[in-house]
């Protein structure tokens, strides 16, 4: 399975993207579907989460600003950003967690990343 992330680019201070992030294939059994994000020189941080039963959950940065959905196949998970600040630029990671039924093993599958740049 991969995951392709799209929407990124260069925005001014205040202004807004929707980043998509597309599986190649069905992923069964998901638990959660997340953002994440990445700025030069900082550790790998949550942005963003929606779970299997739609509940969603936002680092307190982003609460307010950004949002997080899916479509119904739940092949694909979009991340809107609005208010956007220069403190924002990163890369942006799609996260898909799936789960095993049985074995409860859980898999991470990752995107590639797309970068986000706020600047004037």
């Known amino acids: 399975v991969q995951l392709v992330e799209s929407g990124g680019g260069l925005v001014q201070p205040g202004g807004s993207l929707r980043l998509s992030c597309t599986a190649s294939e069905s992923i069964l059994t998901i638990t959660s579907m997340n953002w994440y994000r990445q700025a030069p020189g900082k550790e790998r941080e949550l942005v963003a989460t929606?779970?299997?039963?739609?509940?969603?959950n936002y680092a307190d940065s982003v609460k307010g600003r950004f949002s997080i959905s899916t479509d119904n196949a739940k092949n694909k998970v979009f991340l809107r950003m609005g208010s956007l600040k220069p403190e924002d630029t990163a890369v942006y990671f799609c996260?898909?967690?799936?789960?095993?039924?049985?074995?409860?093993?859980?898999?991470?599958?990752w995107g590639q990343g797309t970068q986000v740049t706020v600047s004037s």
């Open positions: 996260n898909v967690v799936s789960r095993n039924p049985k074995s409860l093993t859980e898999y991470h599958y």
């Open positions: 929606i779970t299997d039963v739609g509940s969603t």
